[in-house]
């Protein structure tokens, strides 16, 4: 297959263009099936009013499907995801979506993301579907985990790249040596992996650290998180004595009164969360030993540049999105919760060389998994966002549809 030519005014927009930097799951010129695809635009509406958009591909030449496929992430739009064109051509009606949250998790609940997956789901079953799969990709994963345990939607479960959960992912690459959370550049130097003292070397060098400092390091992780959650739960707790309260204040006789408690009801209390790219094994391969290469795909290319400059995730939350998504101690959608509850036939795809997800973390996915029916393929050497695999890993999916479902 030729690649195609970003320049020409001919060229398909929703597949092989020009990606925008960093959007790695957009499909790729040699994710092309070769075959026409149908695509509808497809605009729908919760149950609770949030806006759902997307795209659904549809196999090639009006061929009859009865199987759908739906995916998406609580932030990224997955409507041209790279799995939608060779889904389709394979003989799915593939919609990819994005939640109410999408470019911006700020405020992301979980517990609402799952009703926007909820709606797209019931609008391929009135379309049609006989079955319909939730396919989660990296944050994916852990979303439509939780639909399927917390709604019992779905006939089935694929994984690819899954990681164990938003916040889970965030316990391992939090920054534990932050002093002041207002601060920055403040530093407890014991507990800095950017410090010379604790076996970093500036990029490309491999760093090397200590496995006892490392358990020092991975139970701060989970201590900074702890701490702020204490402030998201304090926030909300102080917005909820203010809604006691003001049910017994009469609003005529006491305006004033009645103002202030209101305005602390409806506060929302925003979290500056720095320093969120910190983990060991990162720059230190002998750590949970795999096939990937240095570095995180969240930097480019020393982990340290984002981890103080701009990137990261998490940065700006608000209490009660941090307490959803990025707290692995508070968030409900961890996929050691909810596989358990997650019955249907499940596969996971893990690409060996992933940067930000272990082949220890994928086999406790499956262990955990409490379907009957649970398939695990590696694809050896790929990337997170399976770069230069996907064809390959897509007819994994496709085959393993085909035996289980219409």
Request: charged share 25%.
């Amino acid at each position: 297959m030729q690649d195609l030519d970003v320049t020409s005014p001919r060229l398909d927009p929703h597949l092989g263009g020009q990606r925008p930097f960093g959007l790695s799951y957009w499909p790729l010129p040699q994710d092309d099936p070769g075959v026409e695809l149908p695509r509808e635009s497809i605009r729908l509406v919760s149950p609770d009013g949030a806006l759902v958009r997307g795209l659904l591909w549809l196999p090639p030449a009006g061929r009859p499907w009865k199987t759908a496929v739906i995916l998406s992430h609580p932030r990224g739009d997955f409507s041209v995801h790279y799995a939608c064109p060779l889904l389709a051509a394979a003989g799915y009606a593939v919609l990819g979506f994005g939640t109410r949250y999408m470019g911006n998790d700020t405020d992301c609940l979980h517990e609402a993301c799952i009703v926007d997956v909820k709606t797209v789901h019931d609008e391929m079953v009135r379309r049609g579907a006989e079955a319909v799969v939730l396919l989660g990709n990296s944050g994916g994963g852990s979303l439509m985990a939780l639909a399927q345990a917390e709604l019992g939607i779905g006939d089935g479960w694929v994984g690819m790249a899954a990681h164990p959960g938003e916040g889970v992912f965030m316990l391992q690459v939090i920054d534990p040596s932050v002093a002041d959370e207002d601060d920055p550049q403040s530093r407890v130097l014991e507990l800095d992996m950017y410090d010379p003292d604790n076996g970093w070397r500036p990029w490309p060098e491999p760093c090397s650290y200590d496995r006892d400092w490392l358990a020092r390091y991975r139970a701060a992780q989970v201590e900074r998180v702890a701490r702020i959650d204490a402030v998201a739960k304090a926030a909300l707790a102080d917005s909820d004595d203010a809604r006691v309260a003001l049910a017994g204040v009469d609003k005529a006789a006491d305006p004033r009164r009645w103002r202030d408690l209101r305005t602390r009801t409806v506060a929302m209390r925003y979290l500056t969360i720095y320093r969120t790219l910190a983990d060991p094994a990162y720059l230190d391969l002998s750590i949970d030993p795999d096939e990937r290469p240095l570095g995180s795909l969240f930097a480019f290319p020393d982990p340290l540049d984002a981890n103080y400059g701009r990137g990261g995730l998490a940065r700006t939350m608000t209490a009660r999105g941090w307490l959803s998504t990025w707290s692995g101690l508070s968030s409900a959608a961890k996929l050691a919760d909810t596989m358990p509850h997650v019955r249907v036939p499940t596969l996971l795809v893990h690409p060996t060389a992933d940067t930000e997800i272990r082949v220890r973390q994928a086999n406790e996915i499956v262990a955990n998994a409490g379907a009957d029916d649970v398939t695990y393929v590696e694809m050896k050497g790929a990337p997170h966002y399976l770069e230069g695999h996907r064809p390959q890993a897509l007819a994994h999916v496709a085959e393993w549809m085909a035996a289980r479902f219409p």
